[in-house]
């Protein structure tokens, strides 16, 4: 079984700032994706990462995954209010019994104030 | 076209109930899975069917059980209802089941809070 660990699992930061969240696993994963989940909504797919090393941008987020597909990141610049939300982290299980389960990380709840 | 869609979205149900809760995956998909959210962490793995059949099951209590409709809909039961079963219900559909990166689509879930 894979296990996702996010960090940090809170985040509070001011418009304008910079973050970056991570997701680790001692696991190989076959693909990582990014989800945000606004409160009373279902999660949405940001990102699918395949490749090691793979650096994909959307707008303003950054998103790595590492060369060895352990571990990935996510990279904010100049964070808005409208980013706030929570960040899941989740591998997609390619093989036994769960074929295309995802498993998530906890998640990291971002708040940007104004 | 519509997302996918779940009803309903909010229930209350006393310990000891049973409860189903329904899944209309969006037009063409052939997989819906189901999640259990608990406040404040990730969602985690129920069941994933694929074409009718159970393709996937989470570490669940077999209190819980799901099926899918020849109209690819589903419904998730979950029996003897305890207060830990309190939580977001999600469910998500996909094109299939066996392609790494194959999007999923989430609903936006029923929230079931169980007193």
């Known amino acids: 079984t894979q296990l996702l660990e996010q960090s940090p699992q809170f985040l509070s930061i001011q418009e304008g700032e910079n973050l970056t969240v991570y997701c680790n696993s001692s696991s190989v994963f076959s693909s990582l994706q990014w989800y945000r989940q606004e409160p009373g909504e279902g999660p949405v797919l940001l990102v699918t990462?395949?490749?090691?090393?793979e650096v994909k941008k959307l707008k303003r987020l950054t998103f790595q995954f590492g060369d060895a597909r352990k571990d990935s990141s996510l990279h904010i610049t100049a964070a808005q209010p409208g980013d706030t939300g929570l960040y899941l982290c989740?591998?997609?299980?390619?093989?036994?019994?769960?074929?295309?389960?995802?498993?998530f990380g906890q998640g990291t709840i971002l708040t940007v104030h104004p | 076209d519509a997302g996918v869609t779940q009803s309903p979205t909010h229930l209350i149900k006393t310990r000891g109930q049973h409860v189903t809760l329904r899944c209309s995956p969006i037009s063409g998909h052939k997989s819906v899975s189901w999640y259990q959210q608990v406040l404040g962490q990730g969602p985690q793995f129920i069941f994933q069917y694929y074409e009718k059949e159970e393709r996937g099951r989470g570490n669940f209590p077999d209190r819980f059980s799901a099926r899918q409709f020849p109209n690819y809909s589903s419904e998730l039961n979950v029996n003897a209802l305890l207060l830990g079963d309190s939580a977001l219900y999600l469910c998500?559909?996909?094109?299939?089941?066996?392609?790494?990166?194959?999007?999923?689509?989430f609903g936006q879930g029923t929230r079931l809070t169980v007193v």
């Open positions: 989740a591998a997609l299980n390619a093989g036994g019994t769960s074929y295309g389960k995802l498993t």
């Open positions: 998500a559909s996909s094109l299939a089941h066996k392609h790494p990166g194959t999007e999923a689509f």
């Open positions: 990462v395949v490749t090691g090393g």
